[in-house]
């Protein structure tokens, strides 16, 4: 399938097929531009959690990791070259809403970025059933507003929101979807409070997992593999119009 057949086929599935229905109540969230959005000398900064980080030299600042804003990167400079655009991954493995806010002003506000992406909450919902360490719905999206707010009140930044998800490898798994649905939810409702663009990569990973294994995106159904991180590259780049 197609790059843009299968971001339109994952695209085209409605809240109400999800799995928990308070996932439902956010509508989906559409913010996705026209045409391409970034601009030359703009600053774009990746955050959140191993996803993110994906094995990132934490001693090179510029150092992308091996993961989507590795793919993304080259991408936008090899189509754009006229543009002078540069990208920071700051994603840290481990790292929940907390672990964000207790690093936020180095990592984030004193970077001053143009554009920040944001994928955050897998491990909200993982630590409550690994380490007893429970995240509400509640203070996760309380914690995320509170991320968002200081950078609104420091800088004029363009916000990407991606949507926490988890891929159906078995029941070790899969038993937080719930827990995960919530936060999912809790994502879509910031990014159509704070008018962010929102890439809903759920419901991409759900549907490419109709045309392979989910095993095949992500193995032990929350880090992704190659074809996975590609995936969230592809996603991501659809929704600023790359």
């Not at 936008?76 to 936020?104: K, M, T, Y």
């Not at 999206?141 to 968002?148: A, D, I, P, R, S």
Request: glycine share 6%.
């Amino acid at each position: 399938m197609k790059r843009r057949n299968l971001l339109k086929s994952a695209a085209g599935i409605s809240m109400a097929a999800l799995v928990s229905p308070s996932a439902t109540a956010a509508e989906d969230v559409d913010h996705a531009p026209p045409e391409f959005v970034l601009q030359d000398g703009q600053t774009v900064l990746f955050q959140g959690d191993s996803i993110t980080d994906a094995g990132r030299k934490k001693d090179q600042s510029d150092s992308l990791g091996g993961g989507y804003p590795s793919l993304i990167a080259p991408w936008i400079l090899a189509a754009h070259p006229e543009e002078d655009i540069r990208f920071l991954n700051r994603g840290v493995s481990g790292n929940r809403v907390v672990e964000l806010q207790e690093r936020w002003e180095e990592d984030c506000i004193d970077l001053k970025p143009d554009w920040l992406s944001i994928l955050i909450g897998v491990n909200d919902t993982w630590r409550g059933y690994d380490s007893n360490d429970p995240t509400s719905a509640d203070q996760y999206e309380v914690g995320y507003k509170k991320l968002l707010d200081r950078v609104h009140e420091h800088l004029q930044t363009q916000i990407i929101l991606l949507e926490p998800f988890i891929l159906n490898v078995g029941e070790n798994v899969w038993k937080m979807r719930e827990d995960l649905d919530s936060k999912r939810a809790a994502a879509r409702r910031i990014s159509e409070e704070y008018n962010t663009l929102f890439v809903p990569l759920d419901d991409h990973f759900q549907a490419a997992s109709e045309h392979r294994e989910p095993e095949f995106w992500a193995k032990d159904g929350v880090h992704p593999t190659p074809a996975g991180h590609a995936l969230i590259a592809q996603a991501w780049l659809e929704a600023v119009g790359a």
